[in-house]
């Protein structure tokens, strides 16, 4: 399924119209959400009973806490929650069942083919935009932007910013495509979704010493480290794991922000939870670099690294192959 065609659902909710009108008679809605509950916890989905009330939710077009307004449901419901359950069991993300995730202020259609956003994730978007507080009409690069949700959730932000959003994956840029023409229509300012790889010393060249803030999510996780099926079997390979450290891709991203950034603009790059300090190491070796910090989750891991462009960039101004050289 592609973004042309997957911006459905497995089993359709009743959408953003609105909640279903909850029947009079029809069959309990509780049997069915114990038993999904029960299901989920065989097949070791994690958080079960909060999961089979999300995929009720969306069928049912409510929120979590508004399935006490449908006591009974349809038969069709729970023919199609059923369904839900069974899939889910499956371990396909539920986020591919319902076809979204949320970052920040938007809702971003997600299935296969494109990494699902993460929780995590808002850490660095709150980051950014914080960082843009005081700068009036920004330039944003998002790098590494899979399904557009840092460069669309900072677009919905910030109304004033351009925003670039980079992917060198095919699939990746469809839903990405996807996404930015269905923010455009809800009213969000238009992104700029690029085909391009952050190895390439000539990525967005034009834009060199633009950029107020880089934000990158890379694909980060050692090759080899065990992940949950929802992970091994339904992101993108490519979008998950980076060499056998896991680091493959950061000295490029540093070198591509050295390049795009303006003296004072910031990089924020979310890092594997086993790199602790490695990425910050690696910004501290650039001398245009300042202020170098990691920061925790919320579970105190450390997860993000930043860094702000003291001094001037390389002739070239796109952060140059000798620097991704001794960056690795
Ligand atoms: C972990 S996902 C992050 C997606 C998005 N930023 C998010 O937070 O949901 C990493 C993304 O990097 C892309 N990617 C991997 N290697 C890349 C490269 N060399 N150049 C550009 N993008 C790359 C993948 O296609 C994938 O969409």
Redesign the pocket.
């Known amino acids: 399924m592609t973004a042309g065609t997957g911006a459905g659902t497995e089993c359709s909710g009743a959408g953003a119209s609105g909640a279903r009108d909850a029947p009079v008679h029809g069959s309990p809605l509780r049997p069915a959400i114990l038993e999904g509950e029960r299901v989920l916890d065989a097949a070791g989905v994690p958080s079960a009973r909060a999961e089979v009330e999300m995929l009720a939710a969306h069928l049912l077009g409510t929120e979590r806490t508004g399935l006490v307004m449908f006591p009974r449901v349809e038969p069709f419901v729970l023919d199609s929650l059923g369904e839900l359950v069974r899939r889910r069991a499956e371990r396909v993300p539920l986020q591919h069942l319902t076809g979204t995730?949320i970052?920040g202020g938007v809702t971003l259609a997600v299935g296969p083919g494109?990494?699902?956003?993460?929780p995590e994730?808002e850490w660095?978007l709150e980051r950014g935009l914080r960082w843009l507080r005081d700068r009036r009409d920004p330039v944003v690069v998002?790098?590494?932007?899979?399904?557009?949700?840092?460069a669309l959730a900072l677009a919905h932000e910030r109304p004033d910013a351009r925003v670039f959003a980079?992917?060198?994956?095919r699939a990746?840029l469809e839903w990405a495509h996807h996404n930015a023409a269905l923010r455009r229509e809800l009213g969000d300012t238009p992104i700029e979704v690029i085909a391009?790889?952050?190895?390439?010393p000539d990525l967005l060249a034009e834009r060199a010493g633009s950029a107020d803030l880089v934000?990158?999510?890379?694909?980060?996780v050692p090759e080899g480290t065990p992940v949950p099926p929802e992970v091994g079997e339904h992101?993108?390979h490519?979008?998950?794991f980076?060499g056998g450290d896991g680091l493959e891709?950061v000295p490029?991203v540093v070198a591509r922000a050295e390049g795009l950034l303006r003296p004072g603009g910031l990089l924020g790059v979310?890092h594997d939870e086993t790199h602790g300090g490695a990425v910050a190491a690696l910004m501290r070796r650039r001398p245009t670099l300042a202020g170098v910090e990691t920061h925790p989750d919320l579970t105190g891991r450390p997860r993000f690294a930043t860094a702000v462009l003291s001094g001037e960039t390389d002739s070239a101004g796109t952060g140059s192959a000798q620097a991704v050289d001794e960056l690795a």
């Open positions: 995730a970052l494109v990494f699902v956003p993460r994730t660095l998002d790098l590494c932007t899979g399904s557009g949700a840092l980079v992917d060198n994956d990746a391009g790889d952050v190895t390439d934000v990158c999510n890379p694909p980060y992101d993108p490519g979008a998950v980076a891709l490029h979310e």
